[in-house]
Structure formats: structure tokens, C-alpha cells
Nanobody, 124 residues
Framework: QVQLVESGGGLVQAGDSLRVSCAAS????????MGWFRQAPGKEREFVAA????????RYADSVKGRFTIFREIAKNTVYLQMNSLKAEDTAVYSC????WGSGSNEPEDYDYWGRGTQVTVSS
């Protein structure tokens, strides 16, 4: 069982940077692929970024590639999403998810555990 808690969301202006965090409880954090997904009002949940359990070959949605970076600190059981050059269209609730021994899928159904999310609002 893994519990995930996101933090770090907030209100920023277009062009700003923000880092959101996802802290995982439980053991063997290093065996989990971690993903970030987001959902804007009236829209479906969409994939943002993922890091496989091996830590290699991270994956990004085309819409955030070059602006967002996913990385983890195993000693802190935490995965981060560094978001730079934010745009109004990045406004959403950002949720992290965990998939043991996963390859860093971009499909939400591949993840077994989810956090409740943190709101990121980008004003234009």
C-alpha cells in the first residue's frame, strides 16, 4: 500500500516557474514508477510526465516537453515536477500516481495508487 500526498501548487503568472512535490508513504519507493497527470475543469485527465522505477528514460507529454522536468529523491520518498515557462493552459489539478515495477506509462489505468492532487493556476 502506498499513500501519495501532493504539495506545492499555487497561483502564479504566465512565464513563472513552480515545483510541485509528491511524497510517498510506505517502503520500497524505488520500485515504483511515478507519473504526473493533470485535469483542467471540463476536460479529461491527461498525462504530463513519468519516471520509470529504474529512474531512466523519463517521458513527457508533447505539450510540456522542454518546460517541465520530473525527478525523484529516493531518500525522501518524493517525486517532483519542476514546471518552467508556465502558460495559462497549464492550469489544472496536478496529481501523482504510482505503479510498482512500472516503465513510466502515460496511461492512467496502469497506475495503482493516486494522490488527491494540488491546484496549479497560471494567470495570463
Amino acid at each position: 500500500q502506498v499513500q501519495l500526498v501532493e504539495s506545492g501548487g499555487g497561483l502564479v503568472q504566465a512565464g513563472d516557474s513552480l515545483r510541485v512535490s509528491c511524497a510517498a508513504s510506505g517502503r520500497r519507493f524505488s520500485t515504483y514508477a511515478m507519473g504526473w497527470f493533470r485535469q483542467a475543469p471540463g476536460k479529461e485527465r491527461e498525462f504530463v510526465a513519468a519516471i520509470p522505477w529504474s529512474g531512466e528514460n523519463t517521458r513527457y507529454a508533447d505539450s510540456v516537453k522542454g518546460r517541465f522536468t520530473i525527478f525523484r529523491e529516493i531518500a525522501k520518498n518524493t517525486v517532483y515536477l519542476q514546471m518552467n515557462s508556465l502558460k495559462a493552459e497549464d492550469t489544472a489539478v496536478y496529481s501523482c500516481a504510482a505503479d510498482q515495477w512500472g516503465s513510466g506509462s502515460n496511461e492512467p489505468e496502469d497506475y495503482d495508487y493516486w494522490g488527491r492532487g494540488t491546484q496549479v493556476t497560471v494567470s495570463s
